[in-house]
């Protein structure tokens, strides 16, 4: 299957201290989902990136898809506790095929 | 909560039971899928199906028999499981595009393998 990595793997913050995770694949991807899944429950969508180079926000998130589509960032300022739980990208290989990257757990600590 | 809904929530067989796990969704989704997810693990795609066909299956042992007997309903077959096969198995369905569209995931079934 796809290799697709994501760190760091764990992260502790400070409630209102900023928040990044990376993904990366081995592979040149078509696109890149992302998903935030808290404790017990089940992965919910947040965004879709297509186009390298993209960028979009959505509220105190951002989300970029790297120039050669190969890696991608979240990024969450001012964290809240309500911003906890595991965010996992997905790389998308063409047809219907989503390949989930290792994830980063998020703890905010209030 | 979702739109994709699995039962049972929870479910314990013995090595030799037969089982099934049941997914439904009514959002009109063509393409629906089956992921595996081990503790503290991503979501692992084993089947996706699109407009009721098996499209994708990622090297799943044949204990694991999935079905899709219509557009709505998509079932996964377990026979002769394993220990090592106890873990939260997620159905999710999305639009079927070229491109890709968000997958919608029902609450999973936790299955536990005695």
């Known amino acids: 299957g796809q290799q697709v990595m994501q760190i760091p793997q764990y992260q502790h913050v400070q409630e209102g201290e900023d928040f990044t995770t990376y993904c990366n694949s081995s592979t040149t991807l078509s696109n890149i989902q992302w998903y935030k899944q808290r404790p017990g429950g089940h992965p919910v969508f947040l965004i879709q990136?297509?186009?390298?180079?993209e960028v979009k926000k959505q509220k105190r998130l951002t989300f970029q898809f790297g120039e050669a589509k190969k890696n991608s960032s979240l990024h969450i300022t001012a964290t809240q506790t309500t911003d906890v739980g595991t965010y996992f990208c997905a790389a998308h290989r063409g047809g219907n095929q989503f390949y989930f990257g290792t994830g980063t757990s998020l703890t905010v600590i209030p | 909560d979702t739109e994709v809904t699995q039962t049972p929530k929870h479910l314990v067989m013995g090595m030799t039971n037969k089982k099934s796990l049941k997914c439904e969704q009514h959002?009109?989704?063509?393409?629906m899928y089956w992921y595996k997810q081990k503790a503290k693990k991503p979501p692992e795609l084993m089947f996706v199906?699109?407009?009721?066909?098996?499209?994708i299956n990622e090297s799943v042992p044949s204990r694991f028999s999935p079905e899709c007997p219509n557009s709505s309903l998509l079932n996964l077959h377990l026979h002769a499981l394993q220990p090592e096969d106890s873990a939260l198995y997620l159905c999710a369905s999305s639009y079927w595009t070229l491109e890709g569209s968000p997958l919608h995931f029902g609450n999973g079934t936790r299955l536990t393998v005695t």
């Open positions: 199906y699109s407009y009721e066909k098996l499209s």
């Open positions: 990136l297509v186009k390298s180079g």
């Open positions: 959002m009109g989704h063509r393409a």
